[in-house]
């Protein structure tokens, strides 16, 4: 079967593209981890491992710039999801969820960007949502930059939009 003439065309591009870029630094091809950009900021996808255990991924995720972008996923020594955190900079803050050793949710709620001291960071901030390793819902924290108003969580009547 003969192949149509924009097929053609475009795969003479890509592989003129390919070959013209095969031997720049700059470029971040998907299966590339850790790179830095020519500022020397973190760019694309980042991955850590245990120092104890090389085998075994402590977090991945995405930079941009420096700055951490789209979903960070942190993993236990044994190998299960700890943590899940999407960065939302246009907000300045990240939805998090935290999970038991089982894989059920612990609590979740939002981390936001704050200066303090002339740093930023981010802090817990908001109502906070906590459930029992079988996944039912317990009740929520109020946290206000980073200070919870409660030592335990408060339970009350279940807000319609918690799952």
């Avoid at 097929?7 to 720049?24: E, I, P």
């Avoid at 900021?41 to 850590?48: H, L, M, T, V, Y």
């Avoid at 120092?51 to 710039?65: I, S, T």
């Avoid at 960007?113 to 929520?140: I, P, R, T, V």
């Amino acid at each position: 079967m003969k192949k149509p003439v924009y097929l053609k065309s475009f795969l003479l591009l890509l592989c003129v593209f390919l070959v013209a870029n095969s031997g720049s630094a700059s470029m971040a091809w998907p299966w590339k981890w850790n790179q830095v950009n020519k500022a020397g900021n973190r760019q694309g996808k980042w991955r850590a491992f245990y120092e104890h255990k090389p085998e075994q991924l402590m977090y991945r995720g995405r930079f941009k710039d420096g700055q951490e972008r789209g979903t960070w996923r942190t993993y236990s020594e044994n190998g299960t999801l700890e943590r899940l955190e999407k960065y939302e900079p246009r907000h300045k803050r990240i939805r998090t969820i935290f999970y038991h050793p089982n894989g059920k949710v612990s609590h979740t709620g939002m981390a936001y960007l704050f200066e303090e001291k002339n740093m930023l960071m981010y802090k817990w901030h908001g109502d906070w949502h906590y459930y029992d390793a079988a996944g039912n819902w317990l009740g929520w924290k109020s946290f206000s930059c980073g200070q919870a108003a409660s030592a335990e969580p408060v339970q009350a009547k279940k807000p319609a939009d918690v799952k």
